[in-house]
Every structure is written in structure tokens, then in C-alpha cells.
T-cell receptor, first 113, second 115 residues
Framework: AQSVTQPDIHITVSEGASLELRCNYS??????LFWYVQSPGQGLQLLLK??????LVQGIKGFEAEFKRSQSSFNLRKPSVHWSDAAEYFC???????????FGAGTILRVKS | DAGVIQSPRHEVTEMGQEVTLRCKPI?????LFWYRQTMMRGLELLIY????????DSGMPEDRFSAKMPNASFSTLKIQPSEPRDSAVYFC?????????????FGSGTRLTVV
């Protein structure tokens, strides 16, 4: 069965600084990988997804993520963080012939001015 | 499109009462998911439907929980009787076809408090 690990529970960065949120997955075949963001009191919004092709995927709000098969990782990055990026970020993995997504525990991002 | 619509947004109920949470998926989506989010356990998949048929309910915690999808545009999650440990945010999500490549669209959730 697939699983997802987000090693960092909380991350604090200064506004304007770069950001990288880590995600490691466990799955024997090619996974489908997602990053979602959840603002306080809101549902989850899809930032980006990877399922084939170019291993660097671009998403909304200036985010990107890179799939590295050798490291079983799908880290989320942003070159310059804005205060409005403060939220909780979830990595998720799915499989091709099954419709279940398994979510990581989430990483809470705090942005300091 | 209005997105996935959940109601109510907030529900406070007394222990032992029946609670019904409602979800309207995006039109044209044929997969629907119920998730529960708590601080301790994160996001847990409770049950999901394809074409209105329950496919996997292994995440439903116990018999007090039941879910139905009588048609393509409506689903309910019922807890009877409710207990304080059921307090959580319950999310509904829908997806186009039963392929994860399409991702999920989540509703805004129902925050349930059982006192």
C-alpha cells in the first residue's frame, strides 16, 4: 500500500525567502503525486500534480514541485514566499488503477514579516 | 461551477443525537469521497463512491457511521448516535472518473462538535 511522509510538521520562513517543503512517498510503481494547500477554515485546494512526463511541474500561485524517483520524493518549492502563503500543505499519492489518495500528515507554513 | 457544496458549515450537537452531513459534488464528477480531519489522525478516507455505488468503506470507524449516495448529485454521511470523539472536520470531495490523475476537488468542510 502507498504511504506519504512529510517530515516537517512546522516550517517558518521570512517573507521573500525561498521555500521547500519535503515529501517522501512509498509505492512500488509509478505514483500519481499531488500537493494541496489548506487555508484556515477552508477546504483543500489543488496546487499541482504529477503523473508522467517532465519531472518538474508547475502549479498555481508560483509553486513548483520536482519528482525524483531515485529518492522517492516530490518536494514543493517556491522562490519567494508571500505572507498569504501561510497555510497547511499536504502531499498526497494515488495509484493508476484506484481512486484513493493517501495524504501525508501535512506541514504548517508560517511566514514572518 | 459552484464547486463541491457541503452543508452545514458548522454543527454542534449533543452526545447521542443523530447528525447528518450533506454533500453536493461537482456536476459530471462520478466519484465522491468522504474524509475526516482531526489533529491526531490527519486526513482519513472514510468511504468513497463510484457512480453512486460504495466502493470502499473500510475507513468508516464503526457501525454508528453510514453513508449514502442516492443519486449523482447528492450524498449524506450520518452518525447515529454521535459521540464527543466524532468531533472533527468532515470533508467531501469529488473527482471526474475513477482515475486519480484528475485529482480531487474538496468542499469547504463541515466542522462537527459533539458535546
Amino acid at each position: 500500500a502507498q504511504s506519504v511522509t512529510q517530515p516537517d510538521i512546522h516550517i517558518t520562513v521570512s517573507e521573500g525567502a525561498s521555500l521547500e517543503l519535503r515529501c517522501n512517498y512509498s509505492y512500488g510503481a509509478t505514483p500519481y503525486l499531488f500537493w494541496y494547500v489548506q487555508s484556515p477554515g477552508q477546504g483543500l485546494q489543488l496546487l499541482l500534480k504529477y503523473f508522467s512526463g517532465d519531472t518538474l511541474v508547475q502549479g498555481i500561485k508560483g509553486f513548483e514541485a520536482e519528482f525524483k524517483r531515485s529518492q522517492s520524493s516530490f518536494n514543493l518549492r517556491k522562490p519567494s514566499v508571500h505572507w498569504s502563503d501561510a497555510a497547511e500543505y499536504f502531499c498526497a499519492v494515488g495509484v493508476e488503477y484506484g481512486n484513493k489518495l493517501v495524504f501525508g500528515a501535512g506541514t504548517i507554513l508560517r511566514v514572518k514579516s | 461551477d459552484a464547486g463541491v457544496i457541503q452543508s452545514p458549515r458548522h454543527e454542534v450537537t449533543e452526545m447521542g443525537q443523530e447528525v447528518t452531513l450533506r454533500c453536493k459534488p461537482i456536476s459530471g464528477h462520478n466519484s465522491l469521497f468522504w474524509y475526516r480531519q482531526t489533529m491526531m489522525r490527519g486526513l482519513e478516507l472514510l468511504i468513497y463512491f463510484n457512480n453512486n455505488v460504495p466502493i470502499d468503506d473500510s475507513g468508516m470507524p464503526e457501525d454508528r457511521f453510514s453513508a449514502k449516495m442516492p443519486n449523482a448529485s447528492f450524498s449524506t454521511l450520518k452518525i447515529q448516535p454521535s459521540e464527543p470523539r466524532d468531533s472533527a472536520v468532515y470533508f467531501c470531495a469529488s473527482s471526474f472518473r475513477d482515475r486519480p490523475v484528475y485529482g480531487y476537488t474538496f468542499g469547504s468542510g463541515t466542522r462537527l462538535t459533539v458535546v
